[in-house]
């Protein structure tokens, strides 16, 4: 195995298409300035797509990078940071967490930000373990790709995925989007 492969997956670091993370952005109603902030911008998709979309980009990871089109950039662990409610409540956080304990991630997020929109593994959904994160943050919409991505620049892996939005407040029934098409 090479070396890069294998600080990639001890690190669970499988980056998204600049293309998935286009389509998604492109559902969101993000734009006109609307603060966003990528916790795991790895390589930068989504700090891309959003910026092209007119966000106003906040982008960490736990090594420092730049990447076009940021507004704001900084070196973090995610998990370990502590918000100020009085300045740090944000309307959208975007991104691909590492699936290896996601729902820390997400239980993160929404302490961080009114909406969550994360890419997972539909197997997400599955477990009796997992069962707490959906009750305390029930699912608003996931969008289920219709195409596998790529977090290789090679091929296909065998799992499913989706797109999950997470609404802070939000009591209703989970909207399904089967067969979301997101390659052109």
């Not at 916790?39 to 998709?45: D, E, R, S, V």
């Not at 106003?56 to 940071?81: K, M, N, P, Q, R």
């Amino acid at each position: 195995m090479s070396r890069s492969l294998a600080v990639r997956r001890q690190a669970d670091a499988y980056y998204t298409e600049d293309a998935l993370a286009r389509a998604l952005v492109s559902l969101l109603p993000i734009g006109g300035g609307t603060t966003v902030w990528e916790p795991h911008a790895g390589g930068g998709a989504f700090v891309k797509a959003l910026a092209a979309q007119g966000a106003y980009v906040v982008a960490s990871d736990i090594t420092a990078s730049e990447w076009s089109g940021v507004s704001h950039y900084f070196e973090a662990d995610f998990l370990s940071l502590e918000p100020d409610p009085a300045r740090d409540t944000i309307p959208w956080i975007v991104g691909n967490p590492p699936f290896r304990g996601f729902e820390q991630h997400v239980d993160q997020a929404l302490r961080f930000a009114e909406n969550v929109v994360f890419l997972l593994r539909l197997a997400a959904m599955e477990s009796a373990a997992r069962a707490p994160l959906w009750e305390r943050w029930p699912l608003r919409k996931v969008w289920v790709l219709a195409e596998r991505p790529s977090f290789t620049g090679g091929g296909t892996d065998s799992a499913a995925y989706g797109f999950f939005h997470f609404s802070k407040g939000w009591g209703g029934p989970a909207e399904v989007v089967p067969g979301w098409r997101w390659k052109a």
